[in-house]
């Protein structure tokens, strides 16, 4: 019923807040996104071995965002943001495959009030269909986009669209067997650190990704569709950070084209949030930006000028996972330094044990997982950007702790966040329970399903 009211609201307010500039003649927007894909694995971020002409093609012809961040780098939580504007607590998806609430107001409501149709094709990932009522949606074929589908879209559109393309690729599983040698692949400065099992099936998927995303690009510009569209390329995620607050997860790759409103081939070091994809769309099309929204509009960062985030924050939970842990994180950055806390890392977890003994052995479990986890971590990007020296202990940067600490913790209360009050919660499974033992997690026999429905932290689903 609130989204029903709230509908009906902006449908009429949006006929006195249209700018005439852009009534005549509104973009169409296209966001294609790839899922599990690291910012370092594209030609324009650095490697230069990968497989990337789509991308290529996008960064000569639009702009390339350096510092652009998700906030939780998981599929779901991720899509979420993009739809809702808001935070993965505040919106409600805080741990993959969980629903945002039921209230939460998306693009759909807002998008669909100005005139506009609001398709998704492909992956979806987000629930409830009660939030997120696509004008339409074109499903997957098996694993492929439905190009068909979103090119008859494209070519027949009779209003303005903002069609969201959601590549399966290059998540998993990757194919054995690859058209790659072991010298076609970057050794990048996570190889180290975060070694994939399967790089070559990797670079496999990203070909599949490419060629999905080339056809879309050649589809619309035979088609005299690419002057009044805005185009915006990005991942939800990076994979070998994936489930972190590691910068290899968080940070992600982000180029958008716009004839004749951004500068073909610019680069741009604003820090930019996928909260911030929301409002920029919604000024794009000529409306004003709903307070509500915890995203900045970046519209005139398209235009040359300078972005007003000076934040972008990182949440981890690493429950309703592969492998679930009991290991709960927070992160912030600014222009140069990142701050991270580990609430329950290995030299502090004792003070997480209470009376509930199960519940205590999975805290002990979380813990040890993460061993060399401190319990916090901070880290000069400008001069460490791959997060190798933690120089939390420097008495020199004591000040840079005390206020990004600060500056955390008052995010976190507008967040609502959960660990304010509680540093380790046992967050209510829809898959993957600690006490469930499945083909990616091993649980001890005395502590198979144990868990009684009560120790669960109370949430909205």
Same mark, same amino acid.
């Not at 910068?247 to 982000?254: A, D, F, R, S, Y």
């Not at 970046?298 to 972005?307: I, Q, R, V």
């Not at 040890?368 to 420097?394: A, R, T, V």
């Not at 507008?414 to 898959?431: A, E, G, M, R, V």
């Given at each position: 019923?609130?989204?029903?009211?709230?509908?009906?609201?902006?449908?009429?307010?949006?006929?006195? $807040?249209?700018?005439?500039?852009?009534? #005549?003649?509104?973009?169409? $927007?296209?966001?294609?996104?790839?899922?599990?894909?690291? %910012?370092? =694995?594209?030609?324009?971020?650095?490697?230069?071995?990968?497989?990337?002409?789509?991308?290529?093609?996008?960064?000569?012809?639009?702009?390339?965002?350096?510092?652009?961040? @998700?906030?939780?780098? &998981?599929?779901?939580?991720?899509?979420?943001?993009?739809?809702?504007?808001?935070?993965?607590?505040?919106?409600?998806?805080?741990?993959?495959?969980?629903?945002?609430?039921?209230?939460?107001?998306?693009?759909?409501?807002?998008?669909?009030?100005?005139?506009?149709?609001?398709?998704?094709?492909?992956?979806?990932?987000?629930?409830?269909?009660?939030?997120?009522?696509?004008?339409?949606?074109?499903?997957?074929?098996? *694993?492929?986009?439905?190009?068909?589908? $979103?090119?008859?879209?494209?070519?027949?559109?009779?209003?303005?669209?903002?069609?969201? &393309?959601?590549? +399966?690729?290059?998540?998993?599983?990757?194919?054995?067997?690859?058209?790659?040698?072991?010298?076609?692949?970057?050794?990048?400065?996570?190889?180290?650190?975060?070694?994939?099992?399967?790089?070559?099936?990797?670079?496999?998927?990203?070909?599949?990704?490419?060629?999905?995303?080339? /056809?879309?690009?050649?589809?619309?510009?035979?088609?005299?569709? +690419?002057?009044?569209?805005?185009?915006?390329?990005?991942?939800?995620?990076?994979?070998?950070?994936?489930?972190?607050?590691?910068?290899?997860?968080?940070?992600?790759?982000?180029?958008?084209?716009?004839?004749?409103?951004?500068?073909?081939?610019? #680069?741009?070091?604003?820090?930019?949030?996928?909260?911030?994809?929301?409002?920029?769309?919604?000024?794009?099309?000529?409306?004003?930006?709903?307070?509500?929204? =915890?995203?900045?509009?970046?519209?005139?960062?398209?235009?040359?000028?300078?972005?007003?985030?000076?934040?972008?924050?990182?949440?981890?939970?690493? %429950?309703?996972?592969?492998?679930?842990?009991?290991?709960?994180?927070?992160?912030?950055? +600014?222009?140069?330094?990142?701050?991270?806390?580990?609430?329950?890392?290995? =030299?502090?977890?004792?003070?997480?044990?209470?009376?509930?003994?199960?519940?205590?052995?999975?805290?002990?479990?979380?813990?040890?997982?993460? #061993?060399?986890?401190?319990?916090?971590?901070?880290?000069?990007?400008?001069?460490?950007?791959?997060?190798?020296?933690?120089? $939390?202990?420097?008495?020199?940067?004591?000040?840079?702790?005390? #206020?990004?600490?600060?500056?955390?913790?008052?995010?976190?209360?507008?967040?609502? /966040?959960?660990?304010?009050?509680?540093? @380790?919660?046992?967050?209510?499974? @829809?898959?993957?329970?600690? =006490?469930?033992? @499945?083909?990616?997690?091993?649980?001890?026999?005395?502590?198979?399903?144990?868990? *009684?429905?009560?120790?669960?932290? %109370?949430?909205?689903?």
């Amino acid at each position: 019923m609130i989204n029903l009211f709230f509908k009906i609201f902006l449908f009429i307010f949006s006929f006195f $807040i249209l700018d005439e500039t852009y009534d #005549k003649n509104p973009p169409n $927007i296209i966001f294609y996104l790839s899922d599990d894909k690291d %910012q370092i =694995d594209h030609n324009v971020y650095g490697n230069n071995l990968v497989p990337s002409r789509p991308i290529n093609r996008l960064a000569t012809e639009g702009m390339t965002f350096e510092n652009a961040y @998700t906030t939780q780098a &998981i599929c779901a939580p991720s899509r979420s943001q993009i739809y809702t504007g808001l935070y993965p607590i505040k919106n409600g998806c805080y741990a993959n495959h969980l629903p945002v609430k039921e209230n939460t107001v998306d693009v759909n409501d807002y998008l669909q009030s100005f005139g506009y149709d609001v398709v998704l094709a492909g992956k979806s990932h987000v629930n409830p269909s009660s939030v997120f009522n696509w004008s339409k949606y074109f499903k997957n074929q098996g *694993k492929l986009l439905p190009m068909s589908k $979103i090119k008859n879209y494209i070519k027949n559109a009779k209003k303005p669209y903002c069609l969201f &393309i959601a590549s +399966d690729y290059p998540h998993g599983p990757f194919p054995t067997r690859t058209e790659f040698k072991d010298s076609d692949i970057y050794e990048n400065p996570y190889s180290k650190k975060y070694r994939l099992n399967n790089e070559k099936g990797y670079y496999q998927n990203i070909i599949d990704d490419n060629n999905q995303l080339a /056809d879309i690009l050649d589809f619309i510009e035979i088609n005299g569709k +690419d002057e009044n569209t805005l185009f915006i390329y990005a991942s939800d995620g990076g994979l070998r950070g994936k489930w972190s607050v590691d910068e290899v997860g968080l940070k992600i790759p982000l180029i958008i084209r716009w004839p004749k409103v951004v500068k073909a081939g610019s #680069k741009n070091s604003d820090l930019i949030n996928l909260v911030d994809i929301l409002p920029t769309i919604i000024e794009s099309t000529g409306n004003k930006i709903p307070k509500s929204l =915890d995203g900045f509009s970046f519209l005139s960062s398209l235009k040359g000028a300078t972005n007003k985030r000076k934040f972008t924050y990182g949440i981890s939970t690493r %429950q309703n996972v592969r492998n679930a842990k009991v290991f709960p994180s927070r992160s912030i950055r +600014d222009s140069k330094y990142k701050y991270i806390v580990n609430y329950n890392s290995y =030299d502090i977890y004792k003070k997480n044990l209470g009376k509930d003994s199960i519940k205590n052995a999975f805290i002990k479990i979380g813990a040890l997982s993460f #061993k060399n986890k401190p319990h916090e971590e901070l880290y000069d990007l400008d001069n460490d950007p791959y997060e190798m020296i933690n120089l $939390i202990n420097e008495k020199s940067l004591k000040n840079v702790v005390v #206020k990004l600490k600060k500056e955390l913790k008052s995010w976190m209360l507008t967040q609502n /966040d959960f660990l304010i009050n509680n540093k @380790t919660p046992l967050i209510k499974p @829809t898959l993957h329970p600690l =006490d469930k033992e @499945t083909e990616w997690t091993k649980v001890p026999d005395h502590l198979k399903n144990k868990i *009684k429905s009560n120790t669960y932290m %109370q949430s909205h689903y």
